[in-house]
Protein backbone atom coordinates (compact mmCIF):
# COMPACT_ATOMS: atom_id res chain seq x y z
CA UNK A 1 0.00 0.00 0.00
CA UNK A 2 1.24 3.43 -0.86
CA UNK A 3 -1.49 5.50 -0.21
CA UNK A 4 -5.07 5.90 1.67
CA UNK A 5 -7.47 7.86 0.03
CA UNK A 6 -9.97 9.60 2.32
CA UNK A 7 -13.68 11.03 1.20
CA UNK A 8 -14.86 14.20 2.85
CA UNK A 9 -17.84 14.48 3.90
CA UNK A 10 -19.06 12.21 6.66
CA UNK A 11 -15.97 10.56 6.50
CA UNK A 12 -13.15 13.84 7.97
CA UNK A 13 -15.64 16.19 8.67
CA UNK A 14 -19.40 16.33 10.40
CA UNK A 15 -21.55 16.87 7.15
CA UNK A 16 -24.43 15.72 7.86
CA UNK A 17 -25.17 16.84 11.29
CA UNK A 18 -24.01 20.63 9.79
CA UNK A 19 -26.70 20.45 7.36
CA UNK A 20 -29.20 19.27 9.55
CA UNK A 21 -29.08 21.72 11.61
CA UNK A 22 -28.70 24.51 9.20
CA UNK A 23 -31.78 23.83 7.19
CA UNK A 24 -33.86 23.49 9.99
CA UNK A 25 -32.69 27.01 11.03
CA UNK A 26 -32.87 27.91 7.47
CA UNK A 27 -36.14 26.32 6.99
CA UNK A 28 -37.86 28.55 10.05
CA UNK A 29 -37.06 31.53 8.36
CA UNK A 30 -39.17 30.57 5.46
CA UNK A 31 -42.27 29.24 7.02
CA UNK A 32 -40.91 25.73 6.68
CA UNK A 33 -41.61 23.54 10.10
CA UNK A 34 -42.13 20.38 10.69
CA UNK A 35 -40.01 16.81 12.47
CA UNK A 36 -39.15 15.81 8.76
CA UNK A 37 -37.87 19.24 7.78
CA UNK A 38 -33.92 17.36 8.34
CA UNK A 39 -34.94 14.37 6.53
CA UNK A 40 -36.80 16.16 3.22
CA UNK A 41 -33.82 18.42 2.40
CA UNK A 42 -31.39 15.41 2.69
CA UNK A 43 -33.83 13.63 0.53
CA UNK A 44 -33.67 16.60 -2.33
CA UNK A 45 -30.20 17.61 -1.89
CA UNK A 46 -29.19 13.36 -2.69
CA UNK A 47 -31.23 13.67 -5.78
CA UNK A 48 -30.04 16.73 -7.07
CA UNK A 49 -26.42 16.40 -6.32
CA UNK A 50 -26.39 12.95 -7.86
CA UNK A 51 -27.93 14.99 -11.26
CA UNK A 52 -25.16 17.30 -10.72
CA UNK A 53 -22.32 14.06 -10.14
CA UNK A 54 -23.64 12.88 -13.42
CA UNK A 55 -23.03 15.94 -14.95
CA UNK A 56 -26.49 16.24 -16.07
CA UNK A 57 -26.97 19.93 -14.44
CA UNK A 58 -24.55 22.30 -13.28
CA UNK A 59 -23.10 22.80 -9.34
CA UNK A 60 -25.08 25.87 -9.03
CA UNK A 61 -28.53 24.35 -10.70
CA UNK A 62 -28.27 21.78 -8.07
CA UNK A 63 -28.61 24.30 -5.75
CA UNK A 64 -30.93 25.90 -7.20
CA UNK A 65 -33.22 22.25 -7.88
CA UNK A 66 -32.68 21.98 -4.43
CA UNK A 67 -34.56 24.67 -3.07
CA UNK A 68 -37.10 24.86 -5.76
CA UNK A 69 -38.37 21.46 -4.70
CA UNK A 70 -38.17 22.16 -1.49
CA UNK A 71 -39.92 24.66 -1.10
CA UNK A 72 -42.24 22.98 -4.11
CA UNK A 73 -41.85 27.41 -5.66
CA UNK A 74 -41.76 27.83 -8.92
CA UNK A 75 -38.41 30.68 -8.79
CA UNK A 76 -36.18 32.15 -10.90
CA UNK A 77 -32.30 31.44 -10.41
CA UNK A 78 -31.71 34.78 -8.99
CA UNK A 79 -34.32 34.29 -6.69
CA UNK A 80 -33.42 30.52 -5.72
CA UNK A 81 -29.36 31.80 -5.30
CA UNK A 82 -30.71 34.07 -2.68
CA UNK A 83 -32.49 31.57 -0.68
CA UNK A 84 -30.12 28.86 -0.61
CA UNK A 85 -27.61 31.51 0.38
CA UNK A 86 -29.31 31.99 3.87
CA UNK A 87 -28.90 27.98 4.45
CA UNK A 88 -25.58 28.14 3.14
CA UNK A 89 -24.16 30.38 5.43
CA UNK A 90 -25.98 28.42 8.45
CA UNK A 91 -24.45 25.52 7.14
CA UNK A 92 -20.82 26.74 6.56
CA UNK A 93 -20.63 27.85 10.09
CA UNK A 94 -21.60 24.54 11.48
CA UNK A 95 -18.32 22.52 10.09
CA UNK A 96 -17.04 20.44 12.30
CA UNK A 97 -13.91 17.44 12.12
CA UNK A 98 -14.65 13.92 13.52
CA UNK A 99 -12.19 13.05 16.69
CA UNK A 100 -10.73 10.36 14.90
CA UNK A 101 -9.73 12.44 11.46
CA UNK A 102 -6.87 14.22 12.08
CA UNK A 103 -5.01 11.34 13.79
CA UNK A 104 -5.94 9.07 11.24
CA UNK A 105 -4.44 11.21 9.00
CA UNK A 106 -1.39 11.63 10.69
CA UNK A 107 -0.82 7.91 11.09
CA UNK A 108 -1.06 6.92 7.30
CA UNK A 109 1.75 10.11 6.80
CA UNK A 110 3.69 8.50 9.51
CA UNK A 111 4.14 5.53 8.15
CA UNK A 112 5.16 6.62 5.03
CA UNK A 113 2.10 6.82 3.06
CA UNK A 114 0.80 9.40 1.19
CA UNK A 115 -3.09 10.66 2.65
CA UNK A 116 -5.35 12.34 -0.11
CA UNK A 117 -9.25 13.25 -0.49
CA UNK A 118 -11.23 12.47 -3.18
CA UNK A 119 -14.68 13.98 -2.49
CA UNK A 120 -17.55 14.97 -4.61
CA UNK A 121 -17.85 18.20 -3.73
CA UNK A 122 -16.96 21.94 -5.59
CA UNK A 123 -12.89 22.30 -5.47
CA UNK A 124 -13.40 25.53 -3.77
CA UNK A 125 -15.64 25.00 -1.19
CA UNK A 126 -14.22 22.03 -0.06
CA UNK A 127 -10.32 23.89 -0.01
CA UNK A 128 -12.44 26.60 2.26
CA UNK A 129 -13.88 23.29 4.74
CA UNK A 130 -10.09 22.03 4.28
CA UNK A 131 -8.61 25.54 5.37
CA UNK A 132 -11.14 26.47 8.01
CA UNK A 133 -10.97 23.01 9.85
CA UNK A 134 -7.32 22.87 10.34
CA UNK A 135 -7.36 19.43 7.25
CA UNK A 136 -5.19 21.26 4.72
CA UNK A 137 -1.93 20.74 6.42
CA UNK A 138 -2.89 17.24 7.36
CA UNK A 139 -3.13 16.15 3.92
CA UNK A 140 -0.63 15.62 0.45
CA UNK A 141 -3.32 15.58 -2.61
CA UNK A 142 -7.11 16.89 -2.78
CA UNK A 143 -8.90 15.76 -5.95
CA UNK A 144 -12.62 17.69 -6.33
CA UNK A 145 -15.08 16.05 -8.53
CA UNK A 146 -16.18 19.49 -10.16
CA UNK A 147 -12.67 19.38 -11.98
CA UNK A 148 -13.52 15.74 -12.93
CA UNK A 149 -15.78 14.76 -15.77
CA UNK A 150 -18.00 12.94 -13.65
CA UNK A 151 -17.76 12.31 -9.76
CA UNK A 152 -18.07 8.76 -7.58
CA UNK A 153 -18.56 6.33 -8.03
CA UNK A 154 -17.49 6.81 -11.70
CA UNK A 155 -14.53 4.62 -11.79
CA UNK A 156 -12.98 7.38 -13.54
CA UNK A 157 -12.82 9.45 -10.10
CA UNK A 158 -10.71 7.12 -8.73
CA UNK A 159 -8.51 6.39 -11.61
CA UNK A 160 -7.71 9.93 -11.64
CA UNK A 161 -6.78 10.14 -8.09
CA UNK A 162 -4.39 7.22 -8.62
CA UNK A 163 -3.13 8.29 -12.03
CA UNK A 164 -2.41 11.69 -10.49
CA UNK A 165 -0.15 9.81 -7.48
CA UNK A 166 1.21 7.45 -10.15
CA UNK A 167 -0.22 4.63 -8.81
CA UNK A 168 -1.72 1.39 -9.59
CA UNK A 169 -5.18 1.34 -8.20
CA UNK A 170 -4.43 -1.53 -5.91
CA UNK A 171 -1.67 0.50 -4.05
CA UNK A 172 -4.42 2.80 -2.80
CA UNK A 173 -6.34 2.24 -0.38
CA UNK A 174 -10.10 3.96 -0.92
CA UNK A 175 -11.68 5.01 3.01
CA UNK A 176 -15.33 6.14 2.69
CA UNK A 177 -18.95 6.28 4.72
CA UNK A 178 -20.84 5.86 1.31
CA UNK A 179 -21.12 1.74 0.64
CA UNK A 180 -22.20 3.00 -3.06
CA UNK A 181 -20.07 5.68 -3.60
CA UNK A 182 -16.95 5.32 -1.72
CA UNK A 183 -16.79 1.55 -1.70
CA UNK A 184 -18.34 -0.16 -4.45
CA UNK A 185 -16.82 2.30 -6.80
CA UNK A 186 -13.19 2.26 -5.33
CA UNK A 187 -13.63 -1.61 -6.10
CA UNK A 188 -14.77 -1.54 -9.29
CA UNK A 189 -12.05 0.74 -10.13
CA UNK A 190 -9.54 -1.73 -8.92
CA UNK A 191 -8.64 -0.29 -5.23
CA UNK A 192 -9.12 -1.55 -2.24
CA UNK A 193 -11.59 -0.16 -0.35
CA UNK A 194 -13.07 0.47 3.28
CA UNK A 195 -16.60 1.42 5.14
CA UNK A 196 -16.17 3.90 7.59
CA UNK A 197 -19.77 2.67 9.13
CA UNK A 198 -20.09 5.29 11.91
CA UNK A 199 -23.81 4.43 13.03
CA UNK A 200 -23.83 0.42 12.26
CA UNK A 201 -26.26 0.96 9.26
CA UNK A 202 -24.82 -2.03 7.43
CA UNK A 203 -24.44 -5.06 9.50
CA UNK A 204 -23.45 -7.95 7.48
CA UNK A 205 -22.11 -6.05 4.14
CA UNK A 206 -20.06 -8.10 2.35
CA UNK A 207 -17.07 -5.20 2.20
CA UNK A 208 -14.57 -4.68 4.86
CA UNK A 209 -16.41 -2.39 7.17
CA UNK A 210 -15.45 -0.24 10.16
CA UNK A 211 -16.88 1.59 13.04
CA UNK A 212 -14.35 4.39 13.17
CA UNK A 213 -11.00 5.66 11.85
CA UNK A 214 -8.93 4.42 14.63
CA UNK A 215 -10.17 1.16 13.37
CA UNK A 216 -8.25 1.58 10.20
CA UNK A 217 -4.98 -0.34 9.41
CA UNK A 218 -3.47 -0.28 6.48
Given at each position: MRAVIFDLDDTLVDQVTASGAAVAAW?????????????????????????????EITFAGQRRERVREFLAADLTDAEADALFAGYLER????WTIFDDAIPALRRVRAAGLTAAVLT??????????????????????LVAS????????????FRHVVDLLGLSPAAALM??????????????AG?????????????????????SLAELTF
Open positions: AATVGVTGPDVRARWAAVSERHYARYQSRYEAGNGDEGQQRRKLDRLGLSSEIDVSSLPAGKPDPRAVGDSLEKDVRGALALPAVLLDRSGAHPGVEVRRIG
